[in-house]
């Protein structure tokens, strides 16, 4: 158990509050089913009396893997769990917060917790973020800053934005703040991937600082990442779940990993220089996994397996199977194994081109005139 500096007026239900923060859900990924990600979810936060301590629930981005569409059958399953989350922290007396992720993966569709909400006439004490803002929530008379993943063409932009939000709410601390994207401790340094200044955030923010984007759950001083609540590749064979902090009035603080032990299965075997036989005795072990758990096998491709894999698919049919290069398997681990989140791109939208553009052609240090002219011109084709 750790400490923390209180805040002189912040509000705790009984000496303690209970936040509890999940991120990086990836609802309609396309190899770990809706089905199975929502099964870890039930269980995660089931209306029962357990959930009855906790205080605030955070959502820290990537509630969607991709965009969906109505008749898409995920759909139906993903609205029934939000109604039933909203539903459930409405009796419980939780909060729910939500932040808007990578906007390739979530769309804004996370505003469909807004919509079920009302549609609903649930009534949760809900809200959704898609914009870096600071809320001051009075019921513990705390405030939260939100960050979205992408928010600006850079880290350092985001930077300039956050201060000046901090500024326009007589504010130089926030209690709390939630984000989505990756701090540079959290990636390798050959990653090409923007990532934020850790210390900027620790010393803006009076307690906690929870992050989501990349998978893998960490705790580095006093900024917890949750990663991801489920496998959803290979290379993420570490526990997966969600976090649950309490903070004591007196200033202790426990910080707990509650596992998904629903995850699903993602492993990679070394088949190297085996015969087939040797190679169906080293991958017994899958009889005792769960129907369609991903097996990556690893072998040189004069290696047996590569022209024996038709006899492992008929020897283990409920194994999902791939297979690699081991050289290229090996440098891919490399370069993942700390991610946990392959990096691509911002995406382009209406929303943001006219910035990503203007900024570039500061960069390249362009007359302002033509810049100015570049802006009418970019203006006259979005809407």
């Not at 109505?70 to 029934?80: G, H, K, M, Q, S």
């Not at 759950?217 to 997966?240: D, F, M, Q, Y």
């Not at 290229?328 to 081109?353: G, L, M, R, V």
Request: hydrophobic share 35%; net charge negative; proline share 5%.
């Amino acid at each position: 158990m750790t400490t923390f500096s209180p805040a002189s007026t912040m509000k705790f239900k009984n000496g303690k509050l209970r936040i509890e923060e999940i991120s990086d859900i990836h609802l309609g990924h396309p190899k770990t089913t809706t089905t199975e990600v929502l099964e870890g979810l039930y269980k995660a936060f089931p209306n029962t009396a357990d959930m009855d301590d906790l205080d605030i629930l955070f959502i820290a981005g990537d509630v969607f893997d991709r965009l969906l569409k109505f008749p898409d059958e995920n759909v139906i399953e993903i609205r029934l769990w939000i109604n039933r989350l909203l539903r459930m922290c409405k009796e419980r007396d939780i909060l729910i917060r939500v932040l808007e992720g990578t906007p390739s993966h979530d769309w804004k569709q996370s505003k469909h917790f807004e919509i079920e909400n009302e549609s609903s006439e649930i009534g949760a004490d809900l809200k959704y973020f898609s914009v870096l803002a600071v809320e001051y929530i009075e019921k513990f008379d705390c405030h939260v800053l939100y960050i979205p993943d992408e928010w600006k063409h850079s880290t350092d932009e985001i930077w300039l934005d956050v201060k000046k939000t901090l500024a326009e709410h007589g504010l130089e601390k926030v209690d709390f703040t939630v984000m989505h994207g990756a701090f540079s401790y959290q990636l390798p340094p050959h990653v090409p991937a923007p990532t934020h200044d850790p210390q900027r955030y620790m010393d803006i923010t009076r307690h906690l600082v929870f992050v989501g984007h990349v998978h893998k759950h960490s705790v580095h001083e006093r900024i917890i990442a949750a990663g991801s609540h489920n496998r959803l590749t290979h290379g993420e064979e570490e526990p997966k779940g969600h976090v649950r902090v309490d903070l004591f009035e007196n200033g202790d603080r426990r910080i707990t990993f509650i596992e998904n032990k629903l995850a699903k299965l993602y492993k990679t075997v070394d088949c190297s220089g085996r015969s087939i036989e040797d190679a169906l005795d080293q991958l017994k072990f899958l009889d005792d996994l769960p129907k369609n758990s991903h097996v990556r096998l690893m072998a040189s491709k004069s290696d047996a397996i590569w022209n024996g894999l038709l006899t492992v698919k008929e020897r283990f049919p409920h194994i999902v199977f791939t297979t690699k290069p081991t050289e290229e398997t090996k440098n891919a681990q490399k370069s993942f194994t700390d991610i946990y989140t392959p990096y691509t791109p911002p995406a382009i939208t209406n929303a943001n081109i006219m910035e990503m553009v203007l900024g570039k052609l500061e960069e390249k240090g362009l007359d302002v005139g033509l810049i100015k002219r570049g802006q009418e011109l970019l203006s006259e084709h979005i809407s």
